[in-house]
């Protein structure tokens, strides 16, 4: 969806770099997602923001920080990146309104490599 | 505790013949069920949702998904298969109407042969 946007699109790094990947989206939405997509698990959710103050964990947080700059942008650091955190990160979105709170949009992914 | 499961690691399916994507779950009262597919280098686009209401959900690009509350089931169907289908699709199930507390399954490949 050109509307939610991620920046690399593709990085590798080596083991103990940090690292920032960013999120941008242009949907007005309040509240923003990261995700993490490994082969044969689905997707699992990191962090997620509901508005600039609101910031909270999600189910595989550790190892990981976020930073909700403004509503539009939500970024994610790997404060030491280790091989295991290679893999498939999705930033999603979605809206305030009670009829649609629960759809989520989708950036198009940034392929993270560690070695 | 919330789970989804999806049996099927991929779906093989002839062009213009039917197809089905499996998708079972376990919640903790009314479930909230979705469906989403991921085509090559892209992210993750919602296909259609359950919340309440009539059984037989429609969607996107003439997919349909059938709530069966009994069987604790919510299969993506479609009566006739384009190559263009061909794609990774994701169930994904939540206790609550937020998007916070969603569940993915761990997706099925869909390949439509010509």
């Known amino acids: 969806d050109a509307d939610v946007t991620q920046t690399p699109r593709n990085r590798i790094t080596k083991t103990g770099k940090r690292i920032m990947l960013e999120c941008s989206q242009t949907?007005?939405?309040?509240?923003m997602y990261w995700y993490r997509q490994d082969p044969g698990l689905g997707l699992r959710l990191i962090y997620y923001?509901?508005?600039?103050?609101?910031?909270n964990k999600g189910e595989i947080s550790d190892g990981y920080s976020v930073s909700r700059q403004a509503q539009a942008k939500f970024s994610l650091s790997l404060e030491s990146a280790i091989p295991n955190q290679t893999a498939l990160y999705f930033c999603?979105?979605?809206?305030?309104?009670?009829?649609?709170?629960?759809?989520?949009?989708f950036g198009p992914g940034t392929r993270l490599t560690v070695l | 505790a919330q789970s989804v499961a999806q049996p099927e690691d991929q779906v093989n399916v002839a062009e213009g013949n039917p197809l089905t994507v499996k998708c079972t779950y376990s919640?903790?009262?009314?479930?909230?069920l979705f469906w989403y597919v991921q085509y090559p280098n892209r992210g993750l686009q919602f296909l259609l949702k359950?919340?309440?209401?009539?059984?037989l959900v429609k969607g996107s690009y003439g997919f349909e998904a059938e709530f069966n509350k009994s069987q604790t089931s919510f299969h993506l169907k479609k009566p006739s298969a384009l190559v263009s289908d061909s794609a990774l699709y994701f169930c994904?199930?939540?206790?609550?109407?937020?998007?916070?507390?969603?569940?993915f399954g761990s997706g099925t490949r869909l390949s439509i042969r010509p």
């Open positions: 923001s509901f508005d600039v103050k609101d910031i």
């Open positions: 994904a199930v939540s206790a609550y109407s937020s998007a916070s507390k969603i569940i």
């Open positions: 949907k007005g939405h309040d509240r």
């Open positions: 359950y919340i309440t209401g009539d059984n």
């Open positions: 999603a979105t979605s809206d305030l309104l009670l009829r649609d709170t629960d759809t989520q949009y």
């Open positions: 919640v903790s009262g009314n479930p909230y």
